[in-house]
């Protein structure tokens, strides 16, 4: 019988070694350690030298993925990668999967910002659930670092770049026990990167618009507001597919955007805060990295064993927001 259900078996996760803590970004803004921390629970963040790629960040996190599935490049089905900051704007997905030799897989990238991590596990899940493919490599990686304005305190505290993987497989069990996905384009000037050109005419009466992608800008009020409001509210309708109650998730893994939204979001579904899964004090925003990397951390310092039940939730720009409950592990 053709297995239908999903398991996550691996993971994997890769950071830029330069880091840039909070006294040092009072060199460039006028803030400090003490307004960004109570603020935001940030205390540093990784920075992508210019060296340094989103696809040598993602295949890092990727061949750990990989040998933790207990499977080789060669077994990899398929590749989606979560991103809005990649490489070539064309994808940087078949960048990625020629790195890692994965001869055998279709690459694409998927956009859905600070949501993409969640968008994506549920995509992959359909490929898996169909029966289209056995084993699916997930990647959310971003450089936020290229898209930020460092004069602008509003913002250039908050993002921070990496990467993290993690491998589904098909199974005789559905590890993936319910989700949820919404998006309100109504409020998509609330966070942006956008882009923006200057008319020039090529031909008479031909014209056409060139330039390039604007920095981050951000209503940080109201991104606080809509998470805060939105998040609680999916969770509780993933649990429901997934026929759970709050007190039965082991782990609450959210999009480690602000530790305000993390804690704002636990107290309003009565979740312990021994059960909130927090990096982002050494991480800072690190956009669709940011969830399999605070996952990656928490599988390799014990934290999360096979079998338990963890509820993760993505949300921003769009804006979009998600969540999924599943069990690690086969």
């Known amino acids: 019988m053709q297995n239908l259900g999903i398991a996550i078996t691996g993971s994997g996760s890769a950071a830029p070694e330069t880091s840039l803590h909070n006294e040092e970004l009072s060199q460039l803004v006028e803030t400090s350690d003490e307004w960004i921390s109570t603020r935001t629970g940030i205390r540093q963040r990784r920075?992508?030298?210019?060296?340094?790629?989103?696809?040598?960040?993602?295949?890092?996190?990727?061949?750990?993925?990989?040998?933790?599935?207990?499977?080789?490049?060669?077994?990899?089905?398929?590749?989606?990668?979560?991103?809005?900051t990649?490489?070539?704007l064309f994808g940087t997905a078949t960048k990625i999967q020629a790195d890692l030799g994965a001869t055998k897989?279709?690459?694409?990238?998927?956009?859905?910002?600070?949501?993409?991590?969640?968008?994506?596990?549920?995509?992959?899940?359909?490929?898996?659930?169909?029966?289209?493919?056995?084993?699916?490599?997930?990647?959310?990686?971003?450089?936020?670092?290229?898209?930020?304005?460092?004069?602008?305190?509003?913002?250039?505290?908050?993002?921070?770049?990496g990467a993290g993987a993690i491998v589904l497989q098909s199974?005789?069990?559905?590890?993936?026990?319910?989700?949820?996905?919404?998006?309100?384009?109504?409020?998509?000037?609330?966070?942006?990167?956008?882009?923006?050109?200057?008319?020039q005419e090529i031909l008479p009466n031909v014209k056409i618009t060139q330039g390039t992608y604007q920095p981050v800008t951000m209503n940080g009020k109201e991104v606080y507001r809509f998470a805060a409001q939105k998040v609680p509210e999916i969770i509780d309708k993933?649990?429901?597919?997934?026929?759970?109650?709050?007190?039965?998730?082991?782990?609450?893994?959210?999009?480690?955007?602000?530790?305000?939204?993390?804690?704002?979001?636990?107290?309003?579904?009565?979740?312990?805060?021994?059960?909130?899964?927090?990096n982002l004090a050494n991480y800072g925003n690190t956009s669709a990295a940011s969830i399999p990397l605070a996952l990656d951390e928490a599988v390799r310092e014990g934290k999360i064993k096979p079998?338990?039940?963890?509820?993760?939730?993505?949300?921003?720009a769009g804006l979009t927001w998600g969540a999924a409950i599943f069990q690690w592990g086969r």
């Open 86 to 88: 990649p490489d070539d």
């Open 238 to 278: 993933a649990l429901f597919e997934a026929q759970l109650t709050v007190d039965q998730i082991d782990w609450l893994l959210l999009h480690q955007a602000n530790q305000r939204i993390l804690d704002t979001v636990a107290q309003r579904l009565n979740i312990p805060s021994h059960k909130v899964i927090s």
């Open 105 to 161: 897989a279709v690459a694409f990238d998927l956009t859905a910002a600070c949501s993409g991590f969640v968008f994506g596990l549920v995509t992959a899940a359909q490929f898996i659930r169909t029966g289209v493919y056995q084993n699916v490599l997930l990647i959310g990686a971003d450089i936020l670092s290229r898209w930020v304005d460092w004069q602008d305190r509003r913002t250039c505290v908050l993002f921070g770049d």
């Open 307 to 316: 079998n338990d039940i963890i509820a993760t939730s993505g949300f921003g």
């Open 171 to 199: 199974n005789q069990s559905d590890r993936l026990l319910g989700f949820a996905l919404k998006s309100d384009g109504t409020q998509n000037h609330y966070l942006n990167l956008a882009y923006q050109g200057t008319a």
């Open 47 to 84: 920075l992508a030298l210019p060296t340094e790629s989103l696809s040598s960040l993602a295949a890092a996190a990727s061949r750990q993925a990989i040998a933790s599935a207990g499977i080789t490049a060669s077994d990899i089905d398929l590749i989606l990668l979560a991103t809005s």
